[in-house]
């Protein structure tokens, strides 16, 4: 399992590179909600989500290492990140993607300097083949979630959350594979463990929920869910033993709740999120956290979407 100290480490290592992203509140939003809500920004990082963390403190490490090439497989934030610090640092990047992949999506990438590979359109044709790249050129495979650098910098979204907001009281987290909730979930429990930390999930990709219950690692035979980031048919081998023993509660949020956020985040506050970011302001919203009058921190995960499907 990851440690504090392996979050303030990574802190240190991502420091001259990613921002320390602001908190954002709405007195409408709280009154809503019923409870004092602030927002954490990453939206507004760098590459346009928190998964910029973990890859730079992976893929330097890495570099550090001896590595001089680095693949993933994604078409989304995470394969964005990796080609963004990559190109920083100066390797070559492959960022494997499914078929289908949408042009912005690929754009970003490109913009990047990250070389593209079509494969398959699921991820268990893509991972193999962004392995096998990785070995054939004495690169390395910089994975999603599952990987101690990965959580360890996702982490630090939640070390930035106690400095910024002293009396939080609770901290609600999208959960896809778990990176970012067992990375925050190490940092807060380990430094303030009576701070309350909750996870959402979409009812059709409640693969962690499911998880919980059982207390295994369950797989889901599909996703259908707006929340892109979120669409993980599993949570991981590194990142479930920490949600088991630290999340306090995981809920569930329908597609209308997510969309009806994401609308009151984007008319009301006038910022752009993805719909895997929605799920957390969503849960406060309608009411899943069984809180009132708490100092309550929702983590915006992410701001990249397709604004032509805006409006139509
Ligand atoms: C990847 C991602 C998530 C989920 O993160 P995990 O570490 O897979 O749990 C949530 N929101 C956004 C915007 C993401 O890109």
């Not at 913009?111 to 044709?125: F, M, P, Q, V």
């Not at 949570?235 to 329908?254: A, R």
């Amino acid at each position: 399992m990851i440690t504090l100290k392996n979050i303030h480490q990574a802190a240190e290592q991502i420091a001259d590179t990613i921002k320390e992203t602001p908190i954002l509140t709405s007195t409408a939003l709280s009154s809503i909600c019923g409870n004092n809500m602030f927002l954490k920004s990453e939206h507004l990082q760098k590459t346009g989500s928190f998964k910029i963390r973990g890859a730079t403190n992976k893929v330097k490490k890495a570099v550090q290492e001896g590595a001089t090439y680095v693949t993933a497989a994604s078409s989304g934030n995470h394969g964005q990140a990796v080609a963004y610090i990559a190109n920083v640092l100066g390797v070559p990047a492959t960022i494997v993607v499914p078929e289908d992949a949408t042009a912005s999506k690929l754009n970003a990438i490109r913009d990047y300097n990250g070389r593209i590979e079509k494969c398959g359109t699921t991820s268990a044709e893509r991972l193999p083949r962004a392995k096998q790249l990785a070995s054939e050129k004495y690169g390395v495979f910089i994975p999603p979630y599952d990987d101690p650098y990965i959580m360890a910098g996702q982490g630090t979204v939640g070390l930035e959350v106690l400095k910024q907001l002293d009396d939080v009281d609770v901290v609600v987290v999208p959960v896809g594979g778990g990176g970012l909730v067992s990375g925050i979930l190490t940092a807060i429990k380990e430094t303030k463990p009576h701070v309350k930390v909750i996870g959402v999930e979409p009812e059709t990709a409640n693969d962690t929920y499911l998880s919980l219950e059982k207390g295994l690692i369950t797989s889901i035979p599909g996703t259908k869910t707006i929340a892109d980031g979120l669409r993980t048919s599993q949570p991981g081998d590194l990142t479930f033993p920490i949600v088991q023993k630290y999340l306090d509660d995981l809920v569930l949020v329908n597609e209308a709740e997510i969309q009806q956020a994401l609308f009151f985040v984007l008319e009301r506050m006038k910022q752009v999120i993805e719909p895997s970011s929605a799920v957390a302001v969503a849960a406060a919203m309608f009411g899943k956290l069984g809180v009132t009058d708490k100092n309550v921190a929702c983590v915006l995960s992410g701001g990249n979407m397709d604004v032509r499907k805006l409006g139509t």
